[in-house]
């Protein structure tokens, strides 16, 4: 099973998505996050990881062209407003949408920013921790 995460940038959503995948999913499958474009890796993001024991250092921003995206089996799209933000890749793969804020908007106190960043990271464990257990079984999850 090949598995694309799907965001506008590449830096934060996605990237959050594509540690949890390779850390919950499991490893027969290839996990990739990219992006329309590959805005760089987001420092928030990567340090909320690794409160939770997930170390998405070594992942890399990346645009649509740089995966095999024509070869997924699943396109999960992560960005809040799809319509408006997110490519549509003409592909046979079967697309679900979670949409979820971009917490790069989050502003205030550096307390207030994490709490954001936690808040969909959060989010996005618990995403596929129900796509475990509904579409694969709890046999895998």
């Given amino acids: 099973m ?3 995460f799907l965001c506008t940038g590449n830096s934060c959503r996605s990237q959050m998505a594509e540690g949890y ?3 919950l999913l499991p490893e027969s499958w290839e996990i990739y996050s990219a992006g329309i474009q590959a805005d760089g890796m987001n420092a928030h993001a990567m340090r ?3 409160e ?3 170390d998405i250092t070594g ?3 990346k645009t649509v062209a740089e995966v095999p995206w024509a070869e997924m089996d699943l396109i999960i799209t992560l960005c809040g407003h799809a319509a408006e933000t997110c490519p549509s890749l003409p592909v046979a793969a079967r697309v679900l949408h979670w949409g979820l804020e971009d917490p790069a908007y989050a502003r205030g106190t550096q ?5 954001k960043y936690r808040e969909i990271r959060d989010q996005i464990r618990q995403r ?7 579409e694969i079984g709890p046999a895998v999850a």
């Fill in 52 to 54: 939770d024991g997930v």
């Fill in 59 to 61: 992942q890399h921003s």
């Fill in 111 to 115: 307390e207030v920013v994490d709490a």
């Fill in 2 to 4: 090949k598995l694309l």
């Fill in 21 to 23: 995948g390779h850390r």
């Fill in 48 to 50: 909320v990881m690794a």
């Fill in 128 to 134: 596929i921790v129900d796509f475990l257990a509904t």
